[in-house]
């Protein structure tokens, strides 16, 4: 009977460490498609001094930088790309992911 309950504690600790290497790799780990920048509206760019100057007070106090016009500007052309791929769908497919 103790060898059976030392093998059983044995298996659970095992389990127990993959599980917890699971869940701190899944919280560390960055999201995928992450924007290295995060998007903020011309008024508080200007507000705050212009871009390089709101940048570098997001970055001081721990955030992402603020993203320059070119992100925005590729942001939209993501936008317009989609809306092309989705008129060349029928209704039909539309509704479904393989077609």
Known sequence: MSRLWQDMVIFLTLVAVILGTAAVLLLVAPE???SPCEHRSSRH???HG????????HVAHGQLPTCGQEASRQRAEDGSRKSEERDRKSRFCR???WC
């Open 32 to 34: 995928a498609g992450a």
């Open 95 to 97: 509704k479904r992911w």
């Open 45 to 47: 760019i200007s507000e």
């Open 50 to 57: 212009g871009l390089a100057a709101d940048s570098a007070w």
